[in-house]
């Protein structure tokens, strides 16, 4: 385990006042080979802040909360009270549940249906109200609690139940049945189809190779009846037009575009020099209702 990290990108607008981070609402992302946050000032409607840590390994859940004390021996203000927080966790150990078939008592059966026990986790669930279903996930027991020792008042909630409430939200009454969402991850991809203006599908698919991340998204297009020639893939995640994946996409698939900004939020400056799709669900998580 490494003495320090270093951010891979920190941008901090000239704004941010490490003393007012009571009036600031961050939103952070974790998975095992990254942490990512943003910081949004509410007054301004404004993202005043980011940062994005990339591992020089693939971690367990056991070691975030030695990273976390990391990096807060370089940014004190980091573990700061703010007035929201809300920590996505990002892993393929989850569920979607219709609500009217859901009972929270048996929330272990759902997981376990789909999931192989995972010990020193505790199971929870999010309630979302835009698609009518429960996701039930594994959280790890020490990310948990390191988080609530931060910041008490943290929102937890998985990854793809922000993605998808965020897609329900910003294409609310836009979508068509030509339209795939694909959201990029290191080792996995979340992909989400809308039908008739209600959620589908959406599923989660881990991969090693290009040639898997491309035979899983060909597939599932099939599944879903939708025509290479036809589909408007929006994508966003770890993927740019240099990307192994991303060539192999444009191979196949005729109609290829990176997802657009959220234009209801205003963003720093220094900002301009991301590629946003890169962070949509973490500029995004801010307006779901979770």
Known sequence: MPYSIKPHISYLDKSFKASQTRSYIMAMQINMHGLAFSIYNPDRNKFVGLQHYLFDEKKEPADIPLLFDLILNDYPWFAFPYMDFYCLIQNSFNTLVPLPLFNSQHKNLYLGFNHPFQENHRIIFDELKNTGSANVYYLPNPLAEKVKEFWPNVHIVHYSSALIESLTVNFKNKFDEKSLFLDVHNDSFDLVYFKENR??????????????????????????????????????????????????????????EFIRENKNFFYSYLLDDIRRHKYYTLFNVLQCEL
């Open 199 to 256: 959620l589908f599908y959406t599923n989660n698919f881990i991969f090693h190779t290009k040639e898997d991340f491309t035979y899983f998204l060909l597939s599932a297009m099939e599944q879903l009846s939708l025509n290479p020639e036809e589909v408007r893939l929006l994508i966003m995640g770890n993927i740019d037009k240099d990307n192994d994946n991303y060539q192999l996409i444009c191979q196949y698939i005729r109609h290829v």
